[in-house]
């Protein structure tokens, strides 16, 4: 025979109802003292300045348009999370892999940059800018423009290269000898510059400038269909080719030079070495 407690039964109930309410007391203090820790944290990271950007060193930054380059690092700079919070504005926080994805995108003519934080307030910036090589002009598609005579010429666009064919900002059209200059009369979709071209043309002007011939300018037709042109600082062009051995090409014109050099009245308008071997010229 079994006998029930009702006393005992209640006074289980009251502690075990006590019990939890300790529980959730405990609870609620715990999340809140998390909440509190986790608010004054966000509170000193992002509101209270303490890790503010406040200096950025920049060096390396010399050909490129230093105004836009300041602005772009000012936005990212104040850029704000959820619209409310600058976490970019933060010396942690700062996103330095994703800065100089954008910086390179937007300007070319930098090589490469690096970006260190120095604990609390800067970021150091470097910046290694591509060397001029060049003027490369390219002919606008479908663009003309009307001369003093009324005759209609193809619109050109100029633009910086360096050794590796990457193009950016605007160049003048010019003859000097100082640089490599190259206009490019074909109509292409895209504005860029073809690397096996480029180191044609780069060798090219390096052997001749060893020969005492300097190049005011290399032309591209605009049916290239690997010929090309140089005009030379001796008031002839030369006719050059990809398709022939340009090394064979420029060693006939050599040999070619130093026997006529005897020949005070030789002033020829063109030399055509576009054919191994042999040297044509008018």
């Given amino acids: 025979m079994q006998v029930y407690d009702a006393k005992n039964a209640k006074r289980y109930d009251k502690l075990a109802e006590k019990r939890r309410k ?16 986790v608010g004054f944290a966000f509170y000193i990271l992002f509101f209270s300045g303490l ?7 920049i060096s390396g930054l010399n050909k490129t348009d230093k ?12 850029s704000r999370w959820m619209k409310y919070v600058e976490s970019q504005k933060n010396t942690l926080f700062f996103k330095t892999t994703a800065f100089k994805a ?10 490469e940059i690096s970006v260190g934080k120095k604990l609390p307030h800067s970021l150091n910036i470097s910046i290694v800018e591509r060397e001029t090589a060049g003027v490369w002009c390219f002919t606008e598609s479908g663009l003309t423009r009307s001369t003093n005579s009324g005759q209609a010429t193809l619109t050109t666009n100029c633009r910086y290269f360096d050794k590796e064919g990457v193009i950016w900002g605007e160049a003048t059209e010019s003859l000097g000898f100082l640089i490599l200059n ?29 020969m005492d011939i300097l190049i005011s300018r290399f032309i591209v037709p605009e049916d290239f269909f690997g010929d090309f042109k140089a005009q030379t600082s001796r008031g002839y062009e030369l006719l050059l080719s990809i398709d022939s051995n340009i090394k064979e090409q420029l060693e006939a014109l050599q040999i070619f030079l130093a026997e006529k050099q005897k020949e005070p009245e030789f002033k020829p ?10 040297v044509y010229y008018k």
């Fill in 22 to 37: 300790v529980f959730v007391l405990k609870t609620l203090f715990f999340a809140g003292l998390f909440i509190a820790m």
């Fill in 51 to 57: 890790l503010d950007i406040k200096d950025v060193s």
């Fill in 67 to 78: 105004e836009k380059f300041h602005e772009m690092l000012n936005s990212k700079i104040d």
């Fill in 102 to 111: 954008e910086i390179s995108a937007r300007f070319p003519e930098i090589k």
């Fill in 182 to 210: 190259v206009k490019d009369m074909r109509r292409l979709d895209k504005q860029a510059i073809d690397s096996g071209l480029l180191a044609t043309i780069m060798f090219v002007s390096d052997r001749l400038k060893e």
């Fill in 269 to 278: 308008q063109y030399i055509d070495l576009r054919i191994n071997g042999r």
